[in-house]
């Protein structure tokens, strides 16, 4: 049987060992991606659970909804606390990657774990950083029909001078780079399982989610969100990493340095044109024209061009390479809770 809830979304009827029940056909999977967060993840639990029961209750959510914490290879106790959660409350669930595969493969982990279990998954970070409260309002615009909900930041007070001026930067370069993102939204957003299955068939190896989002093209709606401090530990996105991401956002999702390459040929053979006249007229009026300093500069300009071409094919080429050869972006070593009923 069922049964019209606002916008499209339904009620379904279920059959429980003979017994009849209703049952939401709303179920939500919140996905947790940990990087030695034991310092953190006790609250970060409660808070989840606080949030989840409130949610069943209001009768938006269905009780088969889960947390889904991802260990992406912790090297501290974050793990052995997903399991003690997960005995002492059904509601808490867990996969263990292998190892160490980073933020992006964590997530994509959990996203596809919830896939075929959840109607509707929300991604956030472990840190508490994410407003927990804006779940409720992803979830009401899930129930008002929209595929895809962007928690969006609102203002970036919060954050140092230089990481708010490059984080600014950085979405206008992707902007400038024909990438479709939306600006101050990093990775707390609600997927409808449709929108999930579609991500699904992006096979990328090296997937910057939140280029891929807004190219699924489902409704699209934004819940706006004030950034806290994180709640505790320190910061598992060091720069070398943020700067491997960043490199991936325009990399693998923009071919506008290549077209630059280009441009930027054209530019110093028009150049070298206008010198070679520019030579020759003053050649023949008897002057001479050796100065070493230009040759130098030349010399040295163009080499450096030109290496910096050879490195932005190479990125492409490299990516490509790892592309090729397809290999897994993660393996699951250990799951615990996903199978009980509540
Ligand atoms: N994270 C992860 N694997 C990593 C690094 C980070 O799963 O290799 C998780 C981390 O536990 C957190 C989220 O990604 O839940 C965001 O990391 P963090 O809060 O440290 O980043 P920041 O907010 O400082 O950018
Ligand atoms: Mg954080």
Redesign the pocket.
């Known amino acids: 049987i069922t049964a019209d809830r606002p916008g499209n979304r339904n009620v379904r009827c279920v059959c429980v060992y003979g017994k009849k029940r209703i049952e939401l056909n709303n179920t939500l999977y919140i996905v ?6 034991e310092e953190v993840l006790r609250e970060t639990a409660s808070r989840l659970r606080g949030k989840m029961r409130a949610l069943i209750s209001a009768g938006k959510i269905s009780g088969g909804s889960r947390v889904l914490f ?1 260990n ?2 912790s090297r501290d106790k974050t793990w052995e606390m997903i399991r003690a959660l997960s005995a002492e409350d059904a509601l808490f669930t867990g996969v263990a990657l292998s190892r ?4 992006q ?3 994509l982990a959990g996203l596809m774990t919830a896939r075929g279990r959840a109607d509707m998954v929300v991604s ?4 508490l ?1 994410d407003d927990v409260d804006a779940v409720d309002r992803m979830v009401d615009e899930y129930l008002s029909g929209a595929d895809v909900v962007y928690g969006v930041r609102n203002k970036r007070e919060k954050d140092a001078f230089l990481k708010r001026f490059t984080a600014e930067g950085y979405y206008k370069l992707l902007d400038a780079m024909g990438v479709e993102v939306v600006f101050n939204h ?2 707390y957003r609600l997927l409808s399982a449709r929108a999930l299955d579609a991500l699904s068939q992006y096979g990328e190896r090296n997937m910057f989610i939140r280029g891929i989002i807004p190219m699924l093209g489902y409704k699209t709606a934004t819940v706006t969100y004030e950034r806290g401090e ?1 709640f505790a ?5 060091p720069l070398k ?2 700067l491997a991401l960043a490199s991936d956002g325009v990399y693998s999702l923009s071919m506008k340095p290549l077209r630059f390459i280009t441009g930027l040929g054209v530019t110093l053979l028009v150049l070298a044109a206008a010198l070679l006249i520019y030579a020759i007229v003053r050649l023949c009026m008897g002057y001479t024209i050796l100065d070493w300093k230009i040759v130098t500069i030349s010399v040295w300009g163009v080499g450096g061009l030109i290496l910096l071409a050879l490195g932005i094919i190479g990125e492409y080429v490299g990516r490509a390479y790892m592309e090729l050869k397809g290999r897994p972006r993660y393996h699951i070593g250990e799951t615990v809770g996903l199978d009980r009923k509540l």
């Open positions: 947790v991606p940990c990087y030695n967060e991802v992406d290879g160490n595969r980073g933020h493969n964590a997530l956030m970070d472990a840190d950083q990093a990775d994180r530990g320190e910061s598992k996105y990493k943020m």
